[in-house]
């Protein structure tokens, strides 16, 4: 199997980049409200009313399951929809690398599935390329590591990581080595850097500054330490790179952008919040069902946070999380035990109800609903700017990437890796 074939040409991937940047300019005031300011914001009078007014027409069913409704959608919507498809990656099967899902204790069915797949992807381009050594960023426990000792036939993989959660002690007389350093991978680390880290535990023939010989490669590499890992990679020697990136919203303006491309563009880094939403496990909560319940504790807390505002920040996540717990909870349960605990009488927690009704109406629940329907739709055009853009700056340097769909999405909600091959 070619891993590369289906890598997108560049000029498709520009114009997608450049979509994708022309769309969330467009829809900024959506993705850029967080759901306590929705009242306050009003982010839906920035969206063209044909487009509000037909999905609040929808169903409260057919809002949930968006796009995919029952009958015909209306012409402002499926407009709608082929923007954000055209501002998107091309979707495609997933790339199925791994069958085993073999039983690995703590592991969790998604750790495992991630796990299997990429060790697949790493010791398949290990073997097709000159690599001694894998250096896994950003380690964490360790899982993958040790799914990708089994069947390496190279010499050993060297973790990474500021925290490490296990003690790797070496096997000197096995074939493949397992070492775990503790190092912060930062952004002013040079390959140099990196190799003189590495070579502390390599027993002979350190790596080259250039890292020559070694695989790069990180699973859920969060924020500019994805980008670190991108950048490190082009301008080394390093053999292959496999990097599935996430936590989008930790991204700083030193990790994006960084292709030509989208620094021509002028495109902005976005707020934390609109970062947060390219972050949104679209795929994932379509598959576990309906989501009313998830979306009226929503709608409650920003009509609570409305109400109490600038006293909100007073409204303790323990609160939110134990509210969440109940079960068929109505808007004025939590008001009522939103505003006792922190500390309201009984004279404000009663004004408060009253308030509270004027809130309690299905047509301001459905604005609401088309409001969190939208900021959905948007997580793939902006996951997909983030993405491109590394990608495009990876081709600027080699032509032999792509972004391999590895993950199922109901699974990993942050699906595509990352791959190049240097030369």
């Not at 381009?125 to 250096?135: D, F, G, H, M, N």
């Not at 002979?204 to 500054?209: A, E, G, H, V």
């Not at 009253?354 to 409001?371: G, H, I, N, V």
Request: include cysteine; hydrophobic fraction near 40%; charge should be neutral.
């Amino acid at each position: 199997m070619d891993l590369l074939a289906n890598g997108i040409p560049q000029a498709e991937a520009k114009l997608i980049a450049a979509k994708a940047a022309q769309f969330v300019e467009k829809y900024k005031e959506v993705h850029d409200t967080h759901i306590e300011d929705f009242f306050t914001s009003k982010p839906l009078a920035n969206v063209a009313s044909d487009i509000t007014d037909a999905l609040t027409a929808l169903s409260v069913d057919d809002l949930l399951a968006f796009p995919e409704i029952s009958g015909d959608i209306a012409p402002p919507l499926k407009a709608y929809v082929d923007d954000v498809a055209a501002s998107s990656l091309p979707g495609s099967d997933i790339v199925v690398l791994s069958t085993q899902q073999k039983r690995r204790r703590k592991f969790t069915p998604k750790k495992l599935h991630e796990a299997e797949q990429l060790a697949a992807l790493v010791n398949t381009l290990a073997s097709k390329t000159p690599t001694e050594w894998v250096i896994n960023v950003g380690e964490g426990k360790g899982h993958l590591s040790e799914v990708i000792a089994e069947t390496a036939k190279y010499k050993g993989i060297i973790g990474l990581d500021c925290d490490i959660h296990r003690e790797a002690v070496p096997d000197e007389g096995a074939a493949f080595k397992m070492y775990s350093i503790k190092c912060k991978v930062t952004l002013d680390m040079s390959t140099a850097d990196l190799a003189d880290v590495v070579n502390k535990v390599i027993p002979d023939k350190p790596l080259q500054p250039t890292l020559e010989h070694s695989g790069l490669i990180g699973l859920h590499a969060c924020g500019d330490l994805g980008s670190h890992v991108v950048k490190t990679f082009a301008s080394s020697s390093a053999s292959f790179l496999a990097l599935a990136p996430c936590c989008y919203h930790a991204l700083t303006e030193e990790g994006f952008p960084l292709s030509d491309c989208l620094k021509a563009c002028n495109t902005p880094l976005g707020s934390t919040r609109s970062r947060a939403v390219a972050c949104i496990a679209s795929a994932k909560w379509s598959a576990e069902g309906s989501q009313l319940e998830k979306y009226k504790l929503h709608y409650y807390r920003a009509v609570a946070s409305t109400m109490l505002h600038p006293e909100r920040l007073a409204l303790q996540t323990s609160v939110l999380r134990r509210l969440a717990k109940r079960k068929d909870l109505s808007l004025q349960d939590f008001v009522k035990e939103a505003y006792g605990s922190i500390g309201k009488s009984e004279e404000e927690i009663a004004a408060a109800l009253k308030q509270a009704a004027e809130y309690d109406t299905e047509c301001s629940f459905k604005r609401f609903l088309a409001f969190m329907t939208l900021r959905r739709t948007m997580s793939e055009p902006l996951e997909s700017l983030y993405l491109l853009d590394r990608y495009l700056y990876l081709l600027q340097s080699t032509q032999k990437c792509a972004l391999l769909p590895l993950f199922d999405p109901k699974l990993s909600p942050r699906s595509y890796v990352l791959v190049a091959v240097s030369g």
